[in-house]
Each structure stands twice: as structure tokens, then as C-alpha cells.
């Protein structure tokens, strides 16, 4: 299938809708308990099971679109599925919430073991999107695998010491601003490693 480029709008809402959904369930059925095959289930397992088929929806139409899915996005379903499906199969939202700890953790790691063999594995998930030199992707690549680590931990403490209230607006809100927020740092200050800016002073 050739790859398209669809709408922004379009892509954003596929991308960002299915967890505001999970968040507008959440909020709307916390507070009850629904029976089904004879087990009771609370309001967020309910929550968290729905979030798995519209999350595959939304990135079936995201690929039909595109012709295409980023390796991050195959990935965070992939993840989505297990830990969706052992919470709801469990009852136990334990499962689900700690998805967020592996996510973060597994790409740190990914991440941390390309360091180690000198090699940026970011630069080969994300170069045909920034053109980086050799030298920014390693600095952006210690960088992010750190703050992965970071955010895995992070997780870690919300979702043990905190209320279910405050770990679904922090996974829905907090972690992907204060993702979004250094990201956009990053590109501030490694923008003298892109490759455009060196091939205009060269001229």
C-alpha cells in the first residue's frame, strides 16, 4: 500500500482520540460496578476494555489513511492488547496501569542498548522525519532514552501511591504534555545539528 499523507486534523484526532475516550469513560462509568458472565467489573476495567478495540479502530483507519504505521505506534498497540486484555481477563486494573511503566521502560531500554553498541536506534526509527547529524541523534538519543527511564519511574509512583483518579489524568494529560514539552526543548536546542541548517552554511 503507498504511503499518503492524510489531513493533520484527521491524523491528530486518530492519534489523540482514543485516549481522551478512554478518559470520557473513565469519568462516566467510575463510580459503577457492571456485571457480565457472572464476575462484576468496575467502571475502569470497563473503561480500559473499551479503549482496546477503538484503539485498533482508530489505528486500522490512521493505517488505511496513510498506508502505514510508525514502529512506536505498532508497538503501543501491541502493548495495549496484552495488558488491555490481562486487565479486563484478570479484573485487575493493576495490569493496565502498569502497561505505562513497561512502555516507557522497554523503549529506555531499547534505546539505552543502542547506546551502549554506539548506535542511535532512534536515528533509525525517526530519520526520514529529522534530519539530524550523527553527533545530535546520539546526544537526543541519551537524552530521551534518559527521560523514558524517567517517566517509567514516574509511573511507577503515581499509579502505587496515588488515587485511580489522579494516575488516569496524569497518564492522559500529564506524561504526554511533559513528553510533547521536551521534545519540543530538544529541537530548540540541538537545532544546529540538523542536517538543512549545515547544508545552508556551507553554501
Known amino acids: 500500500m503507498s504511503e499518503t499523507k ?5 491524523k491528530q484526532v486518530l492519534e489523540l482520540g482514543p485516549p481522551l475516550l478512554f478518559f470520557v469513560a473513565y469519568l462516566w462509568m467510575r463510580d459503577d460496578t457492571y456485571a457480565f458472565g457472572g ?3 468496575s467502571g475502569f476495567i470497563v473503561a480500559a476494555g473499551l479503549f482496546v478495540p477503538i484503539l485498533l479502530v482508530s489505528m486500522a483507519i490512521l493505517w488505511k489513511l496513510t ?10 498497540i501491541v502493548m495495549v492488547v496484552i495488558f488491555g486484555g490481562l486487565t479486563v ?10 502497561k505505562t511503566t513497561l512502555v516507557y521502560g522497554v523503549l529506555a531500554g531499547i534505546l539505552g542498548i543502542g547506546l ?12 526520514e522525519f529529522l534530519p539530524l547529524t550523527d553527533e545530535g541523534w546520539m546526544k537526543l538519543t541519551r537524552r530521551l532514552a534518559g527521560f523514558f527511564a524517567g517517566l ?7 499509579w502505587r501511591t496515588m488515587s485511580t483518579d489522579a494516575w488516569v489524568k496524569i497518564e492522559t494529560f500529564g506524561f504526554p504534555i511533559a513528553l510533547f514539552l521536551f521534545i519540543w526543548l530538544q529541537m530548540l536546542t540541538l537545532r544546529h545539528y ?3 541548517e549545515d547544508a545552508d552554511e556551507a553554501e
Open 39 to 41: 464476575a462484576e467489573y
Open 194 to 196: 540538523l542536517v538543512e
Open 6 to 10: 492524510p489531513n493533520p486534523a484527521v
Open 152 to 158: 517509567a519511574m514516574a509511573n511507577e509512583i503515581v
Open 89 to 98: 481477563w484478570l479484573n485487575d486494573e493493576r495490569f493496565f496501569k502498569v
Open 67 to 76: 498506508g502505514r504505521l510508525s514502529r512506536m505506534q505498532v508497538f503501543t
Open 116 to 127: 551502549l553498541q554506539g548506535r542511535s536506534y532512534l536515528a533509525w526509527a525517526m530519520a
